[in-house]
């Protein structure tokens, strides 16, 4: 009976083992094709993301082209010529600014004393939790006092630590006003004992940015030698067109707003380009390649890239006469000695684009950023050629969104950091920050605001990204959805309405440039039949552009609808007093 019973027992032990391994194989395989449909998702993402940057960029060098080869731009608009290019325009004077502004009785939001002390972020930040906006005024006041506190540092930022003082950096918060609180209570407020490297992109995309920039900046005022900023590609005028910095200053501050976008650009054209730690780390917002050169980019004069975006180009106020006197052969002297001058200022460009823009990968050597349009992808071998001319130990950067908040590559000598959780969609990824700390020991600390979206079982968030990520590639293919099919008509040879996986494939890349696993995607994207094959017109079943008339071509409607953000920043070029 003994031996019964035991048999018995050991026989339901090894059942339930078996039971147990069945399910955690299944539930590793269930985790597994989750994370890999996020991970697509993430890609999407971040795929469109970028070529909306390199549309940026291409309209940037299409108002460069303009603005170099027709002369009669310069004449008849010096103003909007100013604008584009990096004129040392005269200061917006502070009393024309500031003066006539008053801050009514019934103003319930926070009010600064100048000189600002720590009381003063304080009294921000509370004000900042009960969503109220700060009166323009202050606004200004900030805005005028932080430029001339910026105009007397140099491009480098330099910070030491000490046994007893690590050095906080935060990557992009791009107006997630959440995240900047969640830092400050896990970590600390901004002080002597706690300094912050703040690295670029505190703007853009988010709905807070004036917020998060005046409490960086108040910060900065209290703690000039603790707090540090560092410019990101975002601290940029005519990517704040783009990305929603410019409409959310003339949404909030409806009378005020074109006084404060005008002397806000003068405050990014002061802001540092770097911060070295210890003299061993490099903090900058994207990255380097192979012509980086931090002695050139120490004496720079950053103060005239009112757009990193757009090259300074040397402009008179008697251009046009001294165009017609060089057709005559006169001033040849001039014109050359404005060609080495422009020159060198289109070396010193690309020098600062490249350490906004540039990110790491793993393939060895420097090449164009294809995704981005601008800056270099620089592989394991240039980081180490540069950190050993410079005598440097590790470069830590952010200008990419990582799924956990930060990532680790080069053999650890680059580090890419992340502040902003929640970045493209609600569960979507973390945020992070670093701790760099005496003897560069690194502590990383990771973070998800919104508590709904953790309480959320990980298949309900993937959804959600899943769903979000598939709506605006839908949206990218209504956008050219002549040219793609067009693209399917050719390989269709058939005109049988269908296409194989790899046709169909070889269409979507070709077209949209997105570099994107269509395979993979086809099962959100089109309907397939029994043998495999792909009914193309199925793209377009569920999404269309709603036309205005009814006599406008469809050809034309795409192409408006795809150029929408391009020809909206064209209008607010134009437009240089933000009247509308």
């Known amino acids: 009976m003994g031996c019964a019973s035991s048999s018995k027992k050991t026989k339901a032990s090894e059942n339930a083992l078996v039971a147990a391994l ?87 939001g926070p009010r600064l004393q100048f000189p600002l002390t720590f009381t003063d972020i304080y009294l921000l930040i509370e004000a900042f939790k009960e969503r109220k906006i700060l009166h323009a ?67 853009d995309r988010g709905s807070n940015s004036i917020e998060i920039l005046m409490i960086l900046l108040v910060s900065f005022l209290v703690y000039p030698e603790d707090v540090l900023l560092n410019r990101g590609n975002h601290e940029d005028f005519l990517m704040n067109v783009r990305y929603g910095f410019t409409k959310e200053i003339l949404r909030k501050y409806k009378i005020h707003g074109k006084k404060i976008l005008q002397v806000l650009e003068e405050v990014y054209m002061w802001l540092p380009i770097g911060t070295i730690i210890d003299s061993k780390v490099l903090v900058i917002h994207g990255g380097i390649s192979e012509s980086t050169d931090l002695n050139l980019l120490q004496r720079i004069e950053r103060n005239k890239m009112r757009s990193v975006l757009m090259p300074p180009i040397p402009v008179h106020e008697d ?11 006169m001033l040849r002297g001039v014109k050359a000695s404005e060609s080495l001058s422009q020159q060198l200022a289109k070396h010193e460009r690309e020098q600062v684009i ?51 908040g930060y990532e680790v590559c080069h053999d650890g000598k680059v580090i890419t950091v992340f502040s902003a959780s929640n970045y493209y969609e609600e569960g979507s990824n973390r945020g992070a920050y670093i701790r760099v700390g005496y003897g560069m020991s ?13 309480s959320r079982p990980l298949y309900q968030r993937v959804n959600t990204i899943e769903s979000s990520a598939i709506r605006i590639l839908k949206e990218r293919m209504i956008s050219r959805k002549t040219d793609l099919i067009n693209a399917f008509q050719l390989q269709d040879r058939n005109k049988s309405g269908k296409l194989s996986m790899s046709q169909w494939a070889f269409s979507m890349e070709n077209v949209l440039g997105l570099n994107l696993p269509w395979r993979s995607l086809s099962s959100h994207l089109v ?42 920043i064209i209008f607010n070029v134009i437009d240089s007093d933000h009247s509308g």
Request: charged content about 25%.
């Open 22 to 108: 069945v399910i955690q194989n299944w539930y590793r395989g269930y985790s597994a094709r989750l994370r890999t449909r996020q991970r697509y998702a993430l890609t999407i993402f971040q795929s469109i993301e970028y070529a909306d940057e390199q549309s940026q960029l291409q309209l940037s060098n299409f108002f460069t082209f303009m603005l170099e080869n027709y002369k009669h731009v310069h004449e008849k608009d010096q103003r909007l010529v100013n604008r584009l290019f990096s004129y040392s325009l005269p200061d917006k004077d502070r009393l024309d600014c500031v003066g006539l502004i008053d801050v009514p009785d019934s103003y319930s």
């Open 137 to 203: 005024y202050y606004v200004l006041e900030v805005l005028f006092e932080s430029k001339k506190a910026l105009k007397q540092l140099r491009n480098f930022n330099v910070i030491e630590t000490c046994p007893s003082k690590d050095v906080t950096i935060c990557g992009d918060l791009h107006g997630k006003l959440d995240d900047l609180f969640l830092i400050f209570y896990k970590n600390g407020l901004p002080s002597g004992n706690d300094p912050y490297i703040f690295n670029g992109d505190f703007v």
């Open 319 to 329: 251009y046009g006469t001294e165009l017609k006197k060089n057709k005559a052969g």
């Open 354 to 404: 490249d350490i906004l823009w540039s990110d790491p990968r793993g393939k060895k050597g420097c090449y164009p950023n294809t995704s981005r349009g601008g800056g270099c992808y620089f592989g394991p071998d240039i980081t180490s050629k540069f950190l050993n001319k410079y005598r440097l130990k590790m470069l830590i950067r952010s200008h990419e969104c990582k799924p956990e």
């Open 442 to 454: 690194l502590r990383f600390f990771q973070y998800q605001v919104t508590e709904a979206t953790c």
């Open 527 to 568: 309907t397939t039949d029994d043998d495999g094959n792909i009914d193309y017109m199925s793209c377009f079943s569920d999404i269309h552009i709603q036309k205005p008339v009814k006599e406008v071509q469809s050809a034309l409607i795409e192409t408006l609808y795809r150029y929408r953000s391009d020809l909206q």
